[in-house]
Nanobody
Framework: QVQLVESGGGLVQPGGSLRLSCAASGFTFSSYTMRWYRQVLGKEREVVARITANSAITNYADSVKGRFTISRDNAKNTVYLQMNSLEPEDTAVYYC?????????WGQGTQVTVSS
């Protein structure tokens, strides 16, 4: 059974940093591309960052390039999202995602609030 559990969200001031973690289980983590999404209430969920199975390729939404870094530790079955220079516009619920056998799995999400 695929499970994704996010953690690390919270309240941070503009310009601050947070690191999100997503612990994965129930599938061969080292074989799959992982993604981070975010969603603001009333808006569509949007992809923030993506990392391939061996970390060779990472991609980012234009809105976070240069500020966010996705990484993974295949020994720990965990994917991370380091978020620096946070802006109020980054306020959202952040989800990690994996597509296994053409089915999308999601964690429960972690709230990130950027506010002074």
């Amino acid at each position: 059974q695929v499970q994704l559990v996010e953690s690390g969200g919270g309240l941070v001031q503009p310009g601050g940093s947070l690191r999100l973690s997503c612990a994965a289980s129930g599938f061969t983590f080292s074989s799959y591309t992982m993604r981070w999404y975010r969603q603001v209430l009333g808006k569509e969920r949007e992809v923030v960052a993506r990392i391939t199975a061996n970390s060779a390729i990472t991609n980012y939404a234009d809105s976070v390039k240069g500020r966010f870094t996705i990484s993974r530790d295949n020994a720990k079955n965990t994917v991370y999202l380091q978020m620096n220079s946070l802006e109020p516009e980054d306020t959202a619920v952040y989800y990690c995602n994996v597509a296994v056998r053409y089915y999308d799995y999601w964690g429960q999400g972690t709230q990130v609030t950027v506010s002074s």
